[in-house]
C-alpha cells in the first residue's frame, strides 16, 4: 500500500483528501489569489510586468470563492516574492478576516518569525519557495514548530527551481530539492511549471506525476490549467500522491467554474 492510501486525522485537517467511501480521494480545488499591489490578479508565466487585474477586493474574491464551494483558498503575495518579505500584508489580512475557508500563503516569507506572524494571524499553512532552496534547515525546523502546517513551493523552469518571485534561476533541480524535504514533515509539496503558469496550455501532467511518483510527501500541482478537460487528465494521478490542483486564470476567465472544477476533481 502506498503512502498515499492511509488517510488520517492529519490529513483530513491539512487539506490532504481522504478516500471517500468508494475508496477514492477527492483532489482539492485550490483557487488562486494573487496579489500586487493589493489587487487580486493573473501574470503571465511569473512576469510582474505582464498583469491583469481581475478585482481590486481581494476580500470580495475570496468570499466569492468561499461561496462557490470552495474547500481552500491559495494566496500569493507576488510583490512580496520579489522583495522577500511580505508586502500585501492589508490584502491578506482582509481575506483572513472575511472567509472561514482555511487559506495557504506565500510569497515573501524567509524567516521563523515571519512563518509564526502569518500563522498567529490565522493563515492555516505557509509555502515557502525561496528558502527552502537557500536556507533548507528553517524550513525543517519550521516543519517541527507548525507540524502539518508548512508546504514547500516548487517552481521550476525547464525543471530548475527559479527564485525571488522567479526573477532567478537557482542550480537546483525541482525533484532533487524535493527529496531534500521527505523526512521533513512538510505538508505537501506545490509544484508549479512557470512556463504553462497562466498561459492556458494545459498542466505539465509528464513532470508534475513524475515528481509525485519519486515522493512520499504529497504534490500540488500548478499552472496552465486552462479547462476542465486539464483537470480531468489530472484525477487519475491521485494513485501517485497529487492531491490537488490550484487553478487560477481558468476560474477568473470563466473557462471553468468552481462547481464543475470540485466535481471533475471528485472524479465525477
Ligand atoms: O508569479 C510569480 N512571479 C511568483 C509566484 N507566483 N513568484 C513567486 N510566486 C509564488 C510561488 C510560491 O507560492 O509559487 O510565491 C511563493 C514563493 O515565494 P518565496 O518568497 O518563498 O519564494
Known sequence: MSAHAISTT?????????????NRAAMILFPAIDLKDG???????GDMTNATVFNDSPAAQAKAFANAGCA?????????????????RAAVASILESVEV??????????????????EAGVK?????????????????????????????IDARDGIVAVDGWTKQSTVRALDLALRFEDAGV???????????GAMGGVNLDATV?????LTT??????GVSSLDDLRELVPAEQYGIVGAIVGRALYDGRVTVPDAIRVLKGE
Open 39 to 45: 489587487k487580486c490578479v493573473r501574470l503571465l508565466r
Open 72 to 88: 481552500w483558498l491559495h494566496l500569493v503575495d507576488l510583490n512580496g516574492a520579489v522583495e522577500g518579505h511580505p508586502v500585501n
Open 210 to 214: 513524475t515528481l509525485a511518483q519519486h
Open 10 to 22: 492529519h490529513e483530513l485537517e491539512s487539506g490532504v483528501g481522504p478516500p471517500d467511501a468508494l
Open 125 to 153: 499553512r505557509v509555502i515557502l519557495g525561496t528558502i527552502a532552496v537557500k536556507e533548507p534547515g528553517l524550513v525543517k525546523a519550521a516543519c517541527k514548530q507548525w507540524p502539518g502546517q508548512i508546504a514547500v513551493g
Open 187 to 197: 505538508a505537501a509539496i506545490i509544484y508549479t511549471d512557470i512556463d504553462r503558469d
Open 102 to 119: 482555511p487559506a495557504q500563503l506565500g510569497g515573501g516569507i524567509r524567516t521563523i518569525e515571519s512563518i509564526a506572524g502569518w500563522i
Open 218 to 223: 504529497p504534490v500540488i500541482a500548478s499552472g
